[in-house]
């Protein structure tokens, strides 16, 4: 796969996601969650989860980093929680309780990870993922294995 483009379409959604609109910032959000493994995307969509004008652009970013369903999405939720507001906060667990309440295979996949999470080093990654694990736990999920 070439990086150049995936390169280019990062730059271009961090630009987005300076906009004074809010609806550019979700989109911008949306977008850069499915970049959120490159290393350039992490610390753009963790100001945009933790937006300082509209939790809308929290909820729509955490949710799409969420709905990736891999370490690289939850842990930026996870270094988002660790330093969020208390509304912050409470817009961050509505995504997750919008991207794990259908599929209980799905939020538990999630926690299997964020229990890998509260080992990591980065001390605001783990205690962010200790809340994130606790969030999960408290979903009663739709949809069960048989």
């Known amino acids: 796969m070439n990086s150049a483009p995936r ?3 990062v730059v271009a959604l961090v630009e987005l996601g300076r906009s004074s609109d809010s609806g550019d910032r979700a989109d911008a959000g949306r977008g850069l969650a499915t970049f ?4 350039e995307a992490a610390d753009p969509l963790l100001e945009l989860v933790l937006d300082r004008e509209d939790t809308f652009v929290t909820r729509a970013t955490a ?3 969420l709905r990736r369903q891999d370490r690289a999405g939850l842990l930026i939720v996870a270094s988002a929680l660790a330093v969020a507001s208390p509304n912050h906060g409470d817009w961050i667990h509505t995504a997750v309780r919008d ?4 599929y209980a295979s799905d939020r538990d996949d999630a ?3 964020c229990e890998e999470l509260t080992q990591d080093p ?4 783990a205690l962010g993922a200790r809340e994130l694990k606790e969030s999960l736990t408290g979903i009663h999920c739709v949809l069960h294995a048989e």
């Open 7 to 9: 390169r280019a379409a």
């Open 36 to 39: 959120a493994e490159m290393g």
């Open 63 to 65: 949710e799409a980093l």
């Open 99 to 102: 991207a794990f309440a259908v």
């Open 111 to 113: 926690l299997r990870l």
């Open 122 to 125: 980065d001390e605001r990654v």
